[in-house]
């Protein structure tokens, strides 16, 4: 029964992780902000690993995403504290060379 669970979750988190264009983890070393809908809020992590399969380094949420508050306090929290972020993204329009549109995020 434990193997049948357990294989449930892992085909079900793979089909998750499958919907994102990249999943990276770290701890966020520079936060810019600009107008709101002009990719508003970026974030970058320390290192600047390449976030969705291209060579853009930097994630964004706009204004007008559903839930912006929320994101925003949440990874200005995690930057003061310095606790490690995994942001889950997507290009922006689906182009290979798109901006890395912040979807998802957990903080550890």
Not at 22 to 51: C, E, M, Q
Not at 76 to 94: E, H, I, M
Request: net charge positive.
């Amino acid at each position: 029964m434990k193997n049948i669970i357990a294989c449930i979750l892992i085909l079900f988190s793979n089909q998750t992780l499958a919907a994102w264009d990249g999943h990276v983890s770290g701890k966020i070393a520079r936060v810019d902000v600009t107008s709101g809908n002009n990719y508003g809020f970026r974030v970058i992590l320390s290192g600047s690993p390449k976030l969705c399969g291209n060579e853009h380094a930097w994630a964004y949420i706009n204004e007008s995403d559903s839930n912006y508050a929320v994101y925003v306090s949440v990874l200005l929290a995690a930057k003061a504290a310095s606790q490690t972020v995994t942001l889950y993204v997507t290009r922006k329009g689906g182009a290979a060379n798109g901006y890395c549109h912040i979807g998802y995020i957990a903080v550890t």
